[in-house]
């Protein structure tokens, strides 16, 4: 009986683990030096355009960013931002099992290396 019960939690953390979906969260990144708003928004745009992801100017302080991966994978994505910290909201997604509060993994690993590229470009600002 202890041998059957192992198992079973055995499968169950195996299964777990190899999931592909994980909670969509919004990215939220403080900016420590003193820079202008201009100044962010040039940044994000490059560090947008480095990793492939097309813009537009939403409004104001929002930045509207579209990636399209390998031809049937898409992510849109909201960049709100002022002089003191950008943020990288989800808004909707194709081909990637979203649900209301879950997305393949590969969001993630997007949107780690957009912050990325947007960092190193702030990083460059004297």
Same mark, same amino acid.
């Given at each position: ?8 939690? =055995? ?31 040039? =940044? ?83």
């Amino acid at each position: 009986m202890k041998k059957i019960l192992f198992c079973m939690i =055995a499968v169950g953390l195996i299964l777990a683990g190899c999931s592909k979906l994980i909670k969509i969260q919004t990215y939220d990144f403080n900016i420590s030096k003193p820079i202008t708003t201009e100044q962010v928004r040039d =940044a994000i745009l490059a560090g947008c355009e480095e990793r492939g992801w097309i813009t537009t100017q939403k409004d104001g302080n929002t930045i509207s960013a579209r990636l399209l991966s390998k031809g049937k994978y898409e992510v849109y994505v909201d960049i709100i931002y002022d002089n003191t910290n950008y943020k990288i909201e989800y808004v909707k997604s194709v081909n990637l099992d979203a649900t209301e509060d879950k997305i393949h993994k590969a969001y993630a690993k997007w949107i780690n290396f957009l912050q990325k590229s947007i960092n190193a470009e702030l990083f460059k600002i004297n």
